[in-house]
Nanobody
Framework: QVPFVESGGGLVQTGASLRLSCAAS????????MSWYRQAPGKERELVAR????????NYADSVKGRFTSSRGNDKNTVYLHMNSLKPEDTDGYYC?????????WGQGTQVTVSS
């Protein structure tokens, strides 16, 4: 069973906003920190955001700080990435991961494309 199902991506213009969702399964969701990554074909996967198990603390890559916010709904086993002021350089596939999974399995991701 795929542990993560990402959704919410799309094609938007510069300056737009999107909210990505990641539905998780197969583990006790509320016990683990969750992370968002992004990756384009042929490029390294980049850590975008991390949120602790109960959402008390978040960390962001410098490239998205002040524009992206992560939150989570432990009652829904879902983590979110709220993306504002999108730029063309944010174009990528976006993936989530948990501290429990540690990169062992990846979902299909959700594609974000920002046009200039």
């Amino acid at each position: 069973q795929v542990p993560f199902v990402e959704s919410g991506g799309g094609l938007v213009q510069t300056g737009a906003s999107l909210r990505l969702s990641c539905a998780a399964s197969v583990f006790t969701f509320s016990s683990y920190a969750m992370s968002w990554y992004r990756q384009a074909p042929g490029k390294e996967r980049e850590l975008v955001a991390r949120i602790t198990s109960y959402g008390g603390s978040t960390n962001y890559a410098d490239s998205v700080k002040g524009r992206f916010t992560s939150s989570r709904g432990n009652d829904k086993n879902t983590v979110y990435l709220h993306m504002n002021s999108l730029k063309p350089e944010d174009t990528d596939g976006y993936y989530c991961d948990s501290a429990y999974n540690g990169g062992a399995y990846w979902g299909q991701g959700t594609q974000v494309t920002v046009s200039s």
